[in-house]
């Protein structure tokens, strides 16, 4: 008699490189965005799920602060910063210019971006 008991282990090969892409798709058509970041005067359109994952910083301020569509206003942070972080935060890297280095990295580093401001020793230079 055969036990109905057997268990199978699917796996999806692609799945980090699919959600990555994904992701990024979605901020570039800014599907189901539900936050909106602003500093300088501009904004950028992201989502709570993404904020709160990449950031303890903004997973404390939206869970203190519930609201549908929030607005942050991010004082003393450059939008060129802002955009940066996002692109790190959405695709796992981000190209900064060496002159722009150091305030991107105390921008991360207030804004506790994972994979930035936890562990500078894994950022790699290029050229």
């Known amino acids: 008699m055969m036990s109905s008991d057997q268990q199978f282990f699917l796996k999806w090969n692609d799945f980090q490189t699919n959600m990555v892409t994904s992701f990024r798709h979605l901020r570039d058509e800014?599907?189901?965005t539900d936050v909106t970041l602003a500093c300088?005067?501009?904004t950028c359109k992201a989502h709570k799920m993404v904020?709160?994952?990449c950031s303890p910083y903004f997973?404390?301020?939206l869970e203190e602060n519930p609201s549908k569509h929030p607005i942050i206003i991010?004082?003393?942070v450059s939008y060129i910063h802002l955009q940066a972080i996002l692109e790190f935060m959405y695709a796992g890297e981000v190209n900064v210019s060496q002159e722009q280095l150091p305030a991107f990295l105390k921008t991360a580093d207030r804004l506790k971006v994972k994979g930035l401001a936890e562990t500078p020793s894994s950022i790699k230079r290029e050229g």
């Open 30 to 32: 800014k599907s189901f």
């Open 40 to 42: 300088e005067g501009q």
């Open 51 to 53: 904020l709160s994952a």
């Open 59 to 61: 997973k404390a301020l």
């Open 74 to 76: 991010l004082k003393d």
